[in-house]
């Protein structure tokens, strides 16, 4: 019998007690067809009126006890076992069979690897161990700001203000933190109080096989972690297996098949993408992600979608499609496509857009959602449907099994959504899972010499002491320097030491720069950072030296996102305002606020040590790159753009009420303004009111 059958509530009707007997059969004989078959018919339950105590039943064998209904009714055996289930100190929370065994694992202070499907509910067994009251420091690393600020609202409207949610290094720890950072914000921490238990999600991204170039920055904060001596609890998709064994790393791993919600896929292998994109978004009426493999590709379908008369107009996208012409530019297709109910989520959205059409979407207010791969870095959404329209990310290579899985597992959402409907315009990926290494802890030779000088010389291997025994030797630039300049080649960051010492002369005037560069010291610093701390590659956009100077220096000229735009239209003629808004938005994201401080201080520590071991006072770039971090604003202008809220909307408050210069100041003050006392307008108003509800 085909599962689909199961999904047919007249079906259901006509056949009660044969599905149900056919369900029973079937947990028995493949117990993952049998759980499936049970959740399609869970969504249609109330056609099943006469059967609720077999129903009750097969959800108890079945391990799905959250979905149990009326459990006063329960038998006495299947009570305990549904009691058994539920999370201390969360007792309106039930967990599944498999929930329950981690749950147990950790509860017993085991370290356990889990890896499961994006429906098992991983997120909430975090939540589970919060509330378990075992522990006061607890840090959570996830892969990027917009999961920080899911996370943060999750934590925060469950446990606050039972303990403190950190998402700086800046901001004071009080009796009970948790934690909540990327890899490079855990590693800004100068003393960071040793956690009690830690987590690290997307714990795939440790494996270099995936060609992440924050692989080994999010090793050597695993490391750190793990040095620490914490319980820890890594979490992440199904993946084949881990590549360390026990007597390396001290774990239980859980790897499950186990899902909360059924998916039905659909194969459609021939006749044009577009079209049959067209005609399957034409069928739809509940919310659809649909992926596509760049930018480009997305706005492209969304025009189609368009031109075909495929649009679902709502008022909150309207307004909101509005603002956007307002304060970022009056052509911007984002705009355009909003006002048809369709909205496009990639990279290049400012932080606090990108979650206003998450919102949106998940309200119901955007009825099509196309995503690049922005999709598969965890974000929830609410979606029944999701169309694979490619089958790549960006030029890369067609995806793996692996990332297939990871986009096809976000459609569906438990007791909203039981059966998520995928459609795949393209083959199916025949690779299998991935193999995950840990090379933080197995130090494989391909291990760059950024991570193993991270680690304690007591854990380096024989193969590693000896690539590093160069840097234990030299005497130009200190260990310690080295240490600090994390995920910069050690072997690029000596030679920059040494280039800088042999020509004292000529690198002391434009090197020696404190508060603010003129432009020739903005130019050697550009060229130092580029041709020596990224090796000459390039990066985001940024292919030489002599560019970055050139994007650093036109915009320090203008210092707001208008003035990089209208420079950018006028450089080129032939960008439409789209390319021209969204190439400078990546140019500030990626470069202004994230690498260019960075490498800039990577370039401090390594020219104050040059300068001291002669005898001469080195320059001070803490000031400049603070300023760059946060793009000339105030401080709580990029702050609040992670917490939501965009940075016009901060300035309009700031000129009235200045917010301060801290993190938690801003947010004390966020927390005590009157919105009333501002010329807001209702998307505006809105907008505050939802980041100040969760803060």
């Known amino acids: 019998m085909p599962l689909a059958q199961f999904s047919d509530p007249q079906w259901l009707k006509d056949n009660a007690f044969r599905a149900l007997a056919e369900i029973s059969y079937l947990l028995t004989q493949n117990e993952h067809a049998g759980r499936e078959a049970l959740i399609r018919t869970l969504e249609f339950r109330s056609v099943l009126e006469g059967y609720q105590t077999i129903i ?38 039930v967990l599944h069979s498999v929930q329950g065994q981690v749950y147990r694992a950790l509860l017993d202070g085991a370290n356990v690897i889990l890896s499961a499907p994006t429906s098992f509910g991983k997120s909430l067994l975090i939540d589970a161990m919060v509330a378990s009251s075992r522990f006061a420091r607890i840090v959570v690393i996830v892969p990027t700001i917009a999961l920080i600020d899911e996370t943060r609202r999750r934590l925060s409207e469950r446990f606050s203000p039972e303990f403190k949610i950190i998402t700086h290094p800046t901001q004071e720890a009080t009796a009970r933190n948790i934690y909540v950072l990327t890899q490079e914000r855990f590693l800004e921490f100068p003393n960071m109080e040793k956690p009690d238990f830690f ?13 992440d170039e924050r692989t080994f920055v999010l090793n050597e904060a695993f490391y750190k972690l793990f040095k620490s001596g914490s319980q820890f609890f890594l979490i992440g998709p199904k993946v084949k297996d881990i590549s360390v064994d026990q007597t390396q790393l001290s774990f239980r791993y ?32 509940e919310p659809t992600l649909i992926f596509c493999k760049s930018a480009p590709s997305a706005y492209e379908l969304a025009q189609a979608l368009i031109q075909e008369g495929t649009i679902t107009k709502t008022q909150a996208a309207s307004e909101f499609a509005e603002w956007l012409r307002e304060n970022f530019h009056p052509d911007w297709n984002l705009a355009k496509f909003l006002d048809a109910g369709i909205a496009v989520h990639h990279g290049a959205l400012p932080r606090a857009v990108a979650y206003q059409v998450l919102r949106k979407f998940n309200e119901g207010d955007i009825h099509f959602l196309l995503c690049t791969s922005t999709i598969i870095e965890g974000v929830n959404t609410a979606a029944k449907n999701i169309i694979i329209y490619d089958n790549r990310i960006a030029n890369q290579k067609s995806f793996d099994l692996f990332t297939f899985n990871n986009i096809k597992g976000r459609a569906g959402r438990m007791f909203r959504h039981f059966v998520g409907r995928v459609f795949v315009l393209n083959y199916q990926p025949q690779q299998e899972l991935p193999l995950v290494d840990i090379p933080s802890i197995t130090q494989p030779s391909t291990t760059p010499e950024s991570l193993l ?37 050690p072997g690029q960051q000596l030679n920059l030491a040494l280039k800088i010492a042999e020509d004292l002369a000529k690198y002391y005037p434009l090197l020696s720069w404190t508060g603010y560069p003129n432009n020739q010291q903005l130019f050697a610093t550009c060229s130092l950072m580029f041709d020596y701390l990224l090796a000459g590659r390039a990066r985001d956009g940024v292919g030489s030296a002599k560019h970055l100077y050139g994007k650093m220096k036109g ?63 080195g320059g001070d770039y803490s000031t400049f790159a603070a300023m760059t971090k946060h793009l000339f604003m105030p ?19 700031e000129a009235k009420n200045p917010l301060g210069e801290s993190v938690d100041g801003v947010l004390k003050s966020l927390k005590q303004i009157n919105l009333a006392q501002f010329k807001l307008s209702p998307v505006e108003y809105e907008m505050a009111k939802d980041v100040i509800a969760n803060i």
Not at 456 to 474: F, H
């Open 56 to 93: 009750t039943a097969l959800v108890q064998r079945a391990g799905l006890y959250p979905y149990t209904s009326n459990p006063e009714k329960l038998s006495t055996a299947d009570l305990l076992n549904f009691e058994f289930h539920k999370v201390v100190g969360l007792d309106e929370i």
């Open 199 to 211: 987590v690290l999600d997307e714990f795939y991204k440790l494996s270099p096989s995936r060609g």
């Open 254 to 285: 859980f790897g499950t098949d186990f899902a909360t919600v059924a998916t039905e896929v659909t194969w459609i292998n021939s006749g044009d993408e577009m079209q049959n994109a067209l005609a399957i978004c034409a069928s739809l009426t």
């Open 453 to 489: 000088i991270q680690l304690e010389q007591n854990d380096l291997s024989d193969q590693s002491i000896e690539r590093l025994r160069y840097l234990y030797a030299q005497d130009t630039l200190p260990i310690e320097i080295i240490r600090s300049n994390s995920g910069v080649d």
């Open 555 to 617: 915009y320090l000229k203008v210092k707001t996102l208008a003035g990089l735009v209208k420079a950018e239209l006028a450089y080129n003629e032939k960008a439409s305002p789209t390319d021209a808004l969204e190439s400078s938005l990546i140019f500030l994201r990626r470069w202004v606020e994230f690498h260019f401080p960075r490498y800039l201080m990577a370039l401090d520590r390594i020219q104050r040590s040059v300068f001291a071991k002669a005898g001469l006072k």
């Open 635 to 653: 401080v709580s202008c990029t702050l609040l753009e992670e917490y939501g809220l965009p940075f016009q909307v901060t300035l309009k408050l």
